[in-house]
């Protein structure tokens, strides 16, 4: 009887996944640095350069001993625009990347009927994505279904994005999971997010960052010219150039990087602090109405604001991949760059749209301005920046209806950012973001 229970045991042990090594040993071909690496890619797709490279910094942070919080970006915009180009870079690191097509959160801790609890055990993705970089093509499909399964599915994604492994059950197999250290990076891509599923994210608390590629339009002479020199080729050339730089990276530090913090500057780690705690308001979910008795009046519930302990953590932590990509062992103005751009693409487009221009023109903005800048109408520009008066960021002046606004001569109705927000006009915040934040306006 007791050999019987060793024999099950001894096959038990056999079927479970063996545990992923954090460090990789990879060998380059040949090793590329950083600014060979920058170079190829802005030859063939200068577009995409800054996608690309906070792609690095994504997958640079597997190196780096203390992380532990996984980071999850995705790469936003229109079809066509570059995201999937973007993601292919990476796709030959069948060491570090894990890619796939067809997702969805179910898959991490499988309960399929029609599996043996053996096969499960080899199918799950949470022990096969340990230590590596998830990478899914599109996520836009998850985003597209009913309110209730987006909140279903999101709520699986952010449990795992805790890194902390996850146990779920049912009634064929019971609990079934996985607890422990289970990091891992997830790069994505999908169509612009739609408001229903911001809110769903703000209610949850989403885990997820975004960076829109925001390609330029091409003229006919560029889209000609394409025609001649195969897109197809400059992907491949852009492939392996990162592949080897990855592996060139991992070689350099085949044990990892003990990363020390005493060696960052203190005033740029208060600078990430700043950034995740507008975020953290930015990506608020809040319910905004007008009910209408004579008159137009604005109600609201009390904004869901996370802490912004765990963005301020995974902004630094993509500050630090930044700099390991780049050489560094300490952060630098450089690496800001990156995370702030990330930092002010993750909240609702509306919201982080007014929050730019209000950096760019000194703290104020009317409502003819969010008017022209969002291409919206008035009683929607009305309805945002009262928006963004309930999350704490800008006082009002002047009555937030639509019906009051007197063209002969009143003043307009305007939003200035809130006196402990005004570093964020200041020209050191400025000369920070101006190159990249600028573009998006």
């Not at 063939?44 to 992380?67: C, H, K, R, T, Y």
């Not at 050339?237 to 203190?266: H, M």
């Not at 007014?354 to 022209?372: A, C, M, P, Q, R």
């Amino acid at each position: 009887m007791s050999m019987k229970f060793e024999e099950i045991k001894s096959k038990t042990k056999e079927q479970l996944p063996k545990a992923n090594e954090r460090f990789v040993k990879l060998e380059p071909k040949t090793k590329i640095e950083i600014s060979e690496w920058k170079a190829i890619i802005n030859d063939n797709f200068p577009d995409l350069l800054f996608a690309a490279e906070a792609g690095l910094s994504v997958v640079g942070q597997l190196l780096i001993e203390d992380i532990k919080n996984p980071f999850a970006l995705v790469y936003v915009d229109v079809p066509s625009s570059g995201k999937t180009i973007t993601l292919n870079f990476f796709s030959t690191l069948k060491d570090l990347v894990y890619t796939t097509d067809n997702f969805t959160p179910a898959s991490f801790v499988s309960h399929s009927a029609n599996k043996k609890k053996e096969e499960l055990l080899r199918n799950d993705m949470l022990p096969q994505i340990q230590y590596r970089t998830l990478m899914i093509r599109d996520l836009a499909p998850i985003f597209a279904k009913r309110d209730e399964d987006v909140q279903a599915m999101l709520g699986i994604l952010i449990r795992v994005l805790d890194g902390e492994g996850l146990e779920t059950n049912s009634g064929l197999y019971g609990k079934r999971g996985y607890v422990g250290d289970y990091l891992f990076m997830l790069l994505s891509a999908s169509t612009p997010i739609r408001p229903r599923v911001w809110k769903v994210m703000g209610n949850l608390g989403s885990r997820l960052f975004f960076l829109y590629i925001d390609g330029s339009e091409k003229d006919e002479e560029t889209l000609a010219n394409q025609l001649k020199n195969s897109c197809r080729d400059k992907e491949i050339i852009c492939r392996e150039a990162t592949e080897e730089f990855i592996k060139t990276l991992w070689n350099k530090y085949p044990q990892g990087v003990s990363w020390n913090k005493e060696n960052d500057d203190p005033s740029l780690m208060q600078i990430i602090a700043r950034f995740a705690k507008v975020l953290a308001r930015l990506r608020s979910s809040i319910n905004v109405w007008t009910e209408s008795f004579g008159q137009k009046n604005y109600n609201h519930t009390q904004p869901i604001t996370e802490m912004p302990d765990r963005l301020n953590q995974l902004l630094y932590n993509l500050t630090r991949g930044h700099a390991l990509v780049c050489g560094r062992e300490n952060i630098s103005k450089e690496d800001l760059q990156t995370t702030l751009r990330v930092a002010l693409d993750s909240a609702p487009p509306n919201r982080s749209k007014i929050f730019k221009h209000l950096i760019y023109n000194d703290g104020s903005l009317s409502t003819n301005e969010v008017i022209e800048i969002l291409g919206c109408s008035r009683p929607t520009a009305l309805k945002l920046m009262e928006e963004m008066a309930i999350l704490g960021l800008v006082d009002t002046f002047g009555n937030m209806s639509d019906e009051t606004e007197n063209y002969g001569g009143r003043p307009e109705q305007k939003i200035t950012l809130k006196e402990k927000y005004a570093w964020f006009i200041s020209d050191g915040c400025k000369e920070l973001i101006n190159h990249n934040v600028r573009n998006g306006l």
